[in-house]
């Protein structure tokens, strides 16, 4: 048996299981999968899908990505930076069409997933470009069926997610705050948008209007078997200057404001506890530190140009980078 590092059984299926799990496809997944098709840019149904959850092989189930490493390509056709599990998707070169590129598979049944490229964002810079069709999508709430469960796993076991947390952090600019988490050992993704205030989905032209209350945040998500909350914690007050209050560097105003927004009281404590370390240390001599704490309420996305902007266009920050500092 082959087993991946999660902990599935990745052992290669033979021709006839192969055969007979592609009887139940839709004529447009078994003209993907079986016969490496590409469906019609901008048309499959996962495309636009922005919920939490899975993406498994719609042949066998393996679980292929996670929403946490999808971003919008602009391409037209489902785009993740990484693989739920490397050992999960198979790469193969492919000289079709007087072209050469790097086909991609479902490692367990060989069915034909797309491509991957070389463009695609930090941390990888990889963007496996997937046909909607050569997928199956489960919400964190749903249960996975047997086949996409890890070996071991109860029949009737919740639903298996990725292990991964989620934190949020505010440090002034969201630029740099963003592109310096996301260069952590541990971290899948940092996404830039607006935390803590009274308007819904706001717009950058209100933030900055100062009327909605919100702050320029960082949404986190790390696997705590790689990285603890308190090294993000220790990196987070490497980055930025919290005595700072309400301003940080040359941006002045209330959205760029020092602030730890806590997902449960465990991260609320370890938070509160940081902080009062930091202060005995002395580190920041005589000066308060005026860093808030808060319950995380919802964290809204920021548009598209905000997200990867210094990675997008070079563009230094005054953030300090807090993975090379002593």
Not at 36 to 56: I, S
Not at 76 to 85: E, K
Not at 110 to 116: E, F, I, R
Not at 193 to 209: A, D, F, K, L
Request: glycine share 8%; proline share 6%.
């Amino acid at each position: 048996m082959n087993k991946s590092k999660s902990n599935y059984d990745v052992t290669p299926l033979g021709r006839d299981a192969v055969a007979e799990l592609a009887k139940k496809l839709s004529p447009e997944s078994y003209r993907v999968t079986q016969t490496a098709g590409t469906e019609r840019a901008f048309c499959g149904d996962l495309v636009d899908n922005h919920l939490e959850g899975t993406y498994t092989c719609v042949v066998c189930g393996l679980p292929l990505f996670s929403s946490n490493s999808k971003f919008d390509s602009g391409t037209g056709w489902p785009s993740f930076f990484q693989p739920f599990d490397p050992l999960h998707v198979s790469e193969h070169a492919d000289t079709s069409h007087g072209m050469r590129r790097v086909e991609i598979n479902c490692a367990r049944c060989a069915g034909h997933l797309g491509h991957v490229f070389d463009d695609g964002p930090r941390p990888t810079g990889l963007r496996y470009c997937l046909n909607s069709a050569s997928l199956r999508f489960f919400e964190n709430s749903e249960r996975l069926p047997p086949e996409s469960q890890p070996l071991g796993a109860a029949q009737n076991a919740p639903t298996t997610k990725p292990k991964t947390e989620v934190a949020y952090f505010a440090g002034g600019c969201f630029w740099g705050v963003e592109h310096y988490f996301q260069l952590g050992e541990g971290v899948i993704s940092a996404e830039s948008g607006y935390m803590q205030g009274r308007t819904e989905n706001p717009t950058y032209e209100q933030i900055c209007s100062h009327s909605t209350g919100h702050a320029e945040a960082v949404k986190v998500v790390f696997d705590p078997a790689r990285i603890s909350f308190r090294r993000l914690l220790e990196a987070f007050f490497v980055m930025h200057d919290p005595t700072q209050l309400n301003y940080q560097g040359p941006d002045y105003g209330d959205q760029y404001r020092s602030g730890i927004f806590t997902v449960d009281a465990e991260q609320e404590r370890a938070a509160k506890a940081y902080i009062a370390e930091l202060a005995q240390s002395g580190r920041h001599g005589k000066r308060p530190i005026v860093t808030v704490v808060e319950a995380a309420k919802k964290f809204w996305p920021a548009e598209n140009y905000h997200q990867d902007y210094i990675a997008k266009t070079g563009r230094a920050c005054h953030v300090t980078n807090p993975w090379t500092s002593k």
